[in-house]
């Protein structure tokens, strides 16, 4: 009877304790446990606001938002060491600027320099940044070349030039610019998070890697094209990385069963960086 009691008594401390801080902001992560499951209920690529680390925080899609929120500030994706207390930062996909926000608290006098071609997003982006110094935000896509490329929209994180992730087929034109004009300096850390247009760029821009000193590479192998991951690693072990690979999310749960992927064939974090 004792043990069931004490049981008891233990359980019903931890739920006292649950309720009691459901309100109370996470250090690492911005937000709440209840702001978390009100976020869990909007319904799918709903534009809403919510408060992160103390400030309004304009998203596009709550389930986004939430993924990105834990991966960026929970997880440390993007966390990188440099002697350079202002260092200069390329943003490949800023999406709403979490990675942007992630980069100005841990380094308040770097230069950021951000690429997001998805319009709306591009305007979420804009509003969420405004407040920070030292920032440029260009509505653009990076590529080899400056051109016009066709742009499927998806509405969250997935917004792409090459994969119409939604299968929505939500295509428009966006402004691209070839990204060797802006690797002709000292770059601390480069991040290219563009949802399979890193399979041409990563080709394009290798006799300009030598600029960079930490490169966070997130690849996605396209459906119906050659593999080239090994290719992609000879590339960066030639350009003088180091490099450290983490899978970015699961497509495929079954390969020896004949399962087909539907969008991508691999989707890995690649953290390149020198000694």
Not at 111 to 140: R, Y
Request: charge should be negative; proline fraction near 4%; aromatic fraction near 14%.
């Amino acid at each position: 009877m004792k043990s069931l009691l004490q049981k008891l008594y233990e359980l019903n401390i931890q739920a006292y304790r649950e309720y009691k801080y459901r309100d109370e902001v996470n250090p690492k992560t911005g937000i709440s446990v209840s702001e978390r499951e009100r976020l869990m209920q909007f319904p799918p690529f709903n534009p809403g606001e919510t408060t992160l680390f103390g400030k309004t925080f304009t998203f596009s899609d709550a389930a986004g938002y939430l993924h990105s929120v834990d991966e960026i500030f929970g997880e440390n994706v993007y966390k990188f060491k440099t002697p350079n207390d202002s260092p200069y930062i390329i943003d490949c996909g800023a999406n709403m600027g979490l990675s942007i926000l992630y980069f100005k608290r841990k380094y308040p006098n770097s230069t950021i320099l951000a690429f997001e071609p998805d319009h709306k997003t591009f305007n979420i982006l804009k509003e969420n940044t405004a407040h920070l110094d030292g920032v440029t935000i260009k509505e653009e896509a990076v590529w080899t070349e400056d051109t016009t490329l066709e742009f499927f929209s998806e509405g969250s994180l997935a917004g792409s030039t090459v994969v119409d992730f939604a299968h929505k087929n939500n295509k428009t034109s966006v402004k691209a610019i070839d990204l060797k004009k802006y690797l002709n300096r000292k770059i601390d850390f480069l991040k290219i998070d563009i949802e399979g247009a890193e399979n041409e760029l990563i080709y394009d821009i290798k006799d300009h890697l030598f600029q960079v000193d930490k490169m966070f590479l997130e690849y996605h192998g396209l459906v119906n094209e050659p593999q080239n991951l090994g290719e992609i690693l000879n590339l960066l072990k030639e350009s003088g990385f180091l490099y450290y690979i983490r899978l970015a999310g699961e497509t495929l749960k079954f390969p020896f069963c004949g399962e087909k992927p539907v969008n991508f064939n691999q989707q890995l974090n690649i953290f390149c960086y020198r000694t």
